[in-house]
Nanobody
Framework: VQLQASGGGSVQAGGSLRLSCAAS????????MGWFRQAPGKEREFVAA????????TYADSVKGRFTISRDNAKNTVYLQMNSLKPEDTAVYYC????????????WGQGTLVTVSS
């Protein structure tokens, strides 16, 4: 599946952004869609994921209560609503997909930069 991420930008601490990830597949049932991020000089880390069919979500502890992952079945798009942003949220954000029966994400979008200033 091909993924196209968008929505990054610059925002002040406390602000909000919404990232979008459009998928090329006609249907995403059977997939888990995830968001990851990589800050400068750090390893890529998991942010959030949603199982397409059930809508079950999981979050990294660092973003719980601030970020919300959701999906739009009609648009084959997954979103990441980011509120109460902090400077430490600054990173390149990637969307990814994996088949629900696997553990490894094997489809990745191109990344979108989020910069949060204090």
């Amino acid at each position: 599946v091909q993924l196209q991420a968008s929505g990054g930008g610059s925002v002040q601490a406390g602000g909000s952004l919404r990232l979008s990830c459009a998928a090329s597949e006609r249907t995403l049932s059977g997939y888990v869609m995830g968001w990851f991020r990589q800050a400068p000089g750090k390893e890529r880390e998991f942010v959030a994921a949603i199982t397409w069919t059930s809508g079950i979500t999981t979050y990294a502890d660092s973003v719980k209560g601030r970020f919300t992952i959701s999906r739009d079945n009609a648009k084959n798009t997954v979103y990441l609503q980011m509120n109460s942003l902090k400077p430490e949220d600054t990173a390149v954000y990637y969307c990814a997909a994996r088949i629900i029966t696997t553990t490894q994400y094997n489809s990745w979008g191109q990344g979108t930069l989020v910069t949060v200033s204090s």
